[in-house]
């Protein structure tokens, strides 16, 4: 097996081992390390050059000389003892919270390392220990911390010693993670599950522990055996999605969210076998998020009969806030940081995925991901790897296809015309062409067409492969087709029509240019919130999220999306068309204590009303909303608020759809060409 090459030539084979002897005062914040490290054979008795966190103060024990070129660089030269480096470092690491975000009312807080009396959170990011180059680690880890404290790593605790872990795969990064835990485990399943919490609840433990043994043999019998001897679900101290190779690290919240285990708890498990297990290769783009979202959180909804609905909300998502001028090709894709990266890195580069699947088949794409885990673990590979197993598998030339989805921005928009349906001997011979209406080069496609005919008998889909602007189509039937849908389960990445597309909370949220305005004559505890709502909703927008209140404005905006604030505020009857929220939703509201949001078409224009009773309500509605993208309308009720009602406006119907019955054939049916606007 060839060994994968990483920067400066050196082979996966070079790793460097860490034995490591650690000790936290999580009090004074501080870390000691004596670190006895193991060298390729290449690299012993050569000079070493490595980082390690400017805080942190190193000395040499054995081995050779150490010294100091700039802060947390150092120069490590060997004598003639022969003995490996030792080396022994302390230090106080607590670099604060940052919020990287860049969607309104949102929060992506990261940190490089902190320790303190919350807890412990040191990664490669933290540079605790030293690190050479990028090359690949494996190590054994020992801490030392006060009672009642508990460390958790990559690889297996030793037995009898819980403060003590061992992984001898290779890894990218060495994680130290410790609080105040109670610990379950569960031996049951392929690999050994655990559960860490920063208060006991056996409850909750036991229900991760059964979906993890679940998931864990699920995704076992798809990919090939997991990679680790352990999963384990570890509560943060802030809110947090990590996904490490053989843990996970959510925050309380998110942990407690009764969805969770069911969504974004099994996208972490399948990241040890894409991202932790397969590493990326970050020079040409990280493929594991869209590809962990396809086998979690996509493969989970279609074994639920939900998947079409989820690629929509995906195509949906990314019209939303990438489409408009924040695209970007997905070899460029390396992490999220807002809506707009994520729409591109996890929904495009996961209909990406979808797209392959359905250009060479369940079998194909199934082998070619096992092929590629079995070929790949603990290495670094990139999309080239995937095709290269994909095409190993199926036999199909997938070049082309990367070449353009990976490099293009942009997507598709899809049109048929000139349908034609002659009846001859008893069969049916139904013509017509595929288009792509995009101002840009068409786009390699395998887009299904489904047939209906009018009975019981079952619909019938063709596929019609196409990488030009027009597609020419002919098929024949026993039956005369009366229907003919464009693309109807959304397997196609595309440009959604206004009928496919309800309008949405996303629709607002991610539009570059928003007034929100206030209501100047609302009590004052109600104006005080929504003015506080509208201020942490503009705080990380461009200067064309502004705020006004409804006493400066004459008239609404003639630009840009709108947000209307409060049932007092004097544009209400204008921005619902005259109607009453209550009206709209078509549910009645209890005045004292719901609080509404609607979504509503002003002049074409996206428009959000907001407004609630209870001013307590406003600091968890302006938390709330943003995670509510994909919904019309909602209904909270009290102080909290809690979720009464939720839903999305019907669509209004799809220029993708065609009537080809006999009776549109004598001319009652429209056919236009649509064209890109």
Not at 148 to 163: C, T
Not at 209 to 227: F, N, Q, R, S, V
Not at 305 to 317: E, I, M, P, S, V
Request: with cysteine; net charge neutral.
């Amino acid at each position: 097996m060839a060994l994968s090459l990483l920067p400066g030539g050196l082979s996966a084979a070079d790793l460097v081992e860490h034995h490591l002897k650690v000790r936290i005062d999580p009090a004074a914040g501080t870390i000691s390390v004596v670190d006895r490290l193991v060298l390729p054979e290449r690299m012993r008795g050569k000079r070493l050059i490595f980082r390690l966190h400017p805080a942190l103060d190193p000395s040499a024990n054995s081995g050779g000389q150490l010294t100091t070129d700039a802060p947390g660089h150092h120069i490590f030269t060997p004598d003639d003892s022969g003995l490996a480096p030792e080396l022994s470092y302390h230090g106080r690491i607590h670099d604060p919270l940052r919020d990287i975000s860049d969607s309104p009312g949102r929060a992506q807080q990261v940190t490089r390392g902190q320790i303190g009396p919350e807890g412990v959170f040191l990664g490669g990011a933290s540079l605790w220990y030293p690190q050479i180059g990028d090359l690949p680690v494996r190590f054994d880890l020992e801490v030392t911390l006060p009672e009642g404290w508990l460390a958790i790593s990559q690889g297996e605790a030793v037995e009898g010693e819980p403060n003590h872990w061992r992984e001898s795969h290779p890894q990218e990064e060495i994680y130290l993670v410790a609080g105040r835990y109670s610990r379950y485990v569960s031996d049951a399943g392929p690999a050994r599950a655990e559960v860490w919490l920063r208060r006991p609840d056996a409850a909750l433990a036991r229900r991760y522990l059964d979906a993890t043994e679940k998931y864990i043999a699920h995704y076992g019998a798809l990919l090939g055996d997991y990679p680790y001897a352990k999963f384990a679900l570890v509560e943060n101290f802030w809110e947090s999605g990590y996904g490490m190779p053989s843990f996970t690290l959510l925050g309380p919240t998110v942990i407690r969210l009764p969805f969770i285990i069911h969504t974004s708890y099994p996208h972490e498990i399948v990241h040890n076998w894409f991202g932790n297990g397969v590493y990326v290769d970050w020079a040409g783009g990280n493929w594991s998020e869209g590809l962990t979202t396809y086998m979690a959180d996509h493969h989970l909804r279609e074994q639920r009969g939900a998947a079409a609905a989820y690629r929509r909300d995906q195509l949906k998502n990314w019209a939303d806030h990438a489409s408009g001028g924040h695209d970007f090709p997905l070899v460029e894709f390396t992490g999220r940081h807002g809506d707009a990266s994520q729409a591109v890195g996890y929904g495009k580069a996961m209909m990406f995925f979808h797209m392959i699947r359905k250009r060479i088949g369940d079998e194909a794409f199934l082998a070619g991901l096992r092929g590629f885990v079995a070929d790949k673990l603990f290495r670094r590979a990139g999309y080239d790897d995937l095709r290269r197993h994909w095409e190993k598998a199926s036999g199909v030339d997938l070049k082309p296809f990367f070449r353009q989805w990976l490099h293009r921005t942009g997507a598709p928009r899809l049109a048929i015309d000139d349908i034609e349906v002659v009846e001859k001997k008893g069969r049916y011979h139904f013509t017509a062409v595929l288009e792509q209406t995009q101002k840009g080069p068409p786009f390699p496609l395998t887009v299904p067409l489904r047939f209906d005919f009018g009975t019981k008998q079952p619909a019938v889909t063709k596929l019609v492969e196409t990488s030009q602007r027009d597609t020419a189509m002919a098929f024949n039937f026993d039956r005369r087709p009366v229907r003919v849908e464009v693309d109807p389960e959304y397997d196609c990445f595309r440009q959604l029509y206004p009928g496919e597309n309800p309008l949405t909370l996303s629709s607002i949220f991610g539009s570059d240019e928003v007034t929100l305005i206030l209501p100047a004559n609302a009590a004052k505890p109600l104006r005080d919130g929504y003015r506080a709502l509208a201020e942490q909703w503009v705080r990380k927008r461009s200067d064309r999220w502004r705020i006004v209140t409804d006493a400066e404005s004459k008239a609404l905006p003639d630009s840009g999306a709108i947000i209307v604030l409060g049932r007092a505020n004097r544009f209400v009857n204008q921005v619902l068309d005259g109607k009453t929220a209550e009206q709209i939703v078509g549910n009645d509201i209890d005045q004292a204590n719901d609080s509404i949001v609607v979504t509503n078409n002003r002049r074409d224009r996206p428009a959000l009303f907001i407004a609630t009773p209870r001013p307590a309500a406003l600091p968890g509605l302006t938390r709330k909303l943003p995670h509510y993208g994909k919904y019309s309308y909602l209904i909270f009720k009290g102080d909290a608020p809690t979720i009464r009602m939720k839903g999305q406006w019907p669509s209004a119907g799809s220029p993708l759809v065609r009537d080809i019955s006999a009776r549109a054939a004598n001319g009652n049916d429209e056919i236009p060409a649509i064209v890109d606007d």
